[in-house]
């Protein structure tokens, strides 16, 4: 059975860090692009980095582009989202998910899906 498993969300105040990670099971993470997504309340899934299976491709949406980095562990099955400069507008429920082509920032093209880790920026 394929399987994502997010950590890391937590409480931090604005200005402050945390690292997401995206364990795998079932299946080979460097196989898979992996995208991180987030979903506020009240607003649509939005796709915020991706990993290329060959990892050292990368894409970032722009409002988090200098301040979050994607990165894969392949020893590990793990991908990491570390999220630097946090503010209040990155609260959400961040999600990791997988798919076995190239990556893409639509939601509806992922396959696997995690269950999900609250971030919340509060001071």
């Known amino acids: 059975q394929l399987q994502l498993v997010e950590s890391g969300g937590g409480l931090v105040q604005p200005g402050g860090s945390l690292r997401l990670a995206c364990a795998a099971s079932g299946f080979t993470l460097n196989d898979y692009a992996i995208g991180w997504f987030r979903q506020a309340p009240g607003k649509e899934r939005e796709g915020l980095s991706c990993i290329r299976t060959t990892g050292t491709s990368t894409t970032y949406k722009d409002s988090v582009k200098g301040r979050f980095t994607i990165s894969r562990d392949n020893a590990k099955n793990t991908v990491y989202l570390q999220m630097n400069s946090l503010k209040p507008d990155d609260t959400a429920v961040y999600y990791c998910?997988?798919?076995?082509?190239?990556?893409?920032?639509?939601?509806?093209?992922?396959?696997?899906w995690g269950q999900g880790t609250q971030v919340t920026v509060s001071s």
């Open positions: 998910a997988a798919r076995g082509s190239g990556c893409g920032s639509s939601a509806q093209i992922y396959n696997v």
